[in-house]
């Protein structure tokens, strides 16, 4: 079952059930996919909006005419605004790549709320092994740039994650929070435990900045060259 398939609706051949595949059509002509979108804009319905959405899980060439394409959806969709949410909270949920999705929400939706959707979202994954976990990737770095006191409730357990890249994102998006201290002993745990150079280098240095010391006894043969600790314990990079 593709993505235009669980948008999709039953009964009669609609207007936009007509556009749809259209808009879909990766190989179809440039032309016909335009005048489609062009069609969708005009129709104000949660299923249009669906339609529409579709065109971000693909590319066609060349590049100048699949930016043209997706910079029109986006317009339409946020023009569209309390009737795109829906249709856009169910379509961020399934979506491979979250860009698109969270740009639109952000300006269909305040930023609280857009917060919590992604807090919600990472709330149902775990730290364990998965073949792709690219959609909790995006998440975690997404929250680097986000601001709010749940943060660091919600990405302390990745701290402990298998995968690398999702440990370096849940370090960056606690300590962008005012509140990070809350996850000082997390932090200094995972200090103690973390191979990764890149990761070890990113708690020292959120360390260092807030002046907050670390056990100099838990890092002994594990302080990486580039650093050192004061007398009071805080690390410095040289």
Known sequence: MGLFDLF????????????????????????????????????????????????????????????????AVFNAIVAKGATSVAPLKRFIAKAESLSWPLKMLDRVLGEGEVLTLLL????????????????????????????????????????????????FHA???????ENAEEARPALADALAREESMRIKARILDGFGQRGWSVDPTRLVGRLPDAFSLDDAGVPHRH
């Open 120 to 167: 919600d979202m990472l709330g149902k994954m775990d730290t364990e092994y998965e073949r792709d976990p690219q959609r909790k990737l995006q998440i975690l770095a997404e929250l680097e740039t986000r601001h709010g006191p749940a943060v660091v409730t919600a990405v302390t357990p990745f701290l402990a994650d298998v995968h690398e890249t999702a440990r």
């Open 8 to 71: 999709s609706k039953k009964g009669g051949q609609s207007a936009v059930q007509k556009l749809a595949p259209k808009v879909a059509d990766k190989r179809g002509m440039a032309p016909d996919r335009w005048e489609a979108i062009q069609a969708l804009t005009k129709i104000d319905s949660e299923e249009a909006v669906e339609a529409l959405l579709v065109r971000f899980t693909f590319y066609v060439d060349p590049t100048i005419t699949d930016q043209e394409e997706k910079d």
């Open 171 to 177: 370090v960056g998006a606690v300590l962008a929070q």
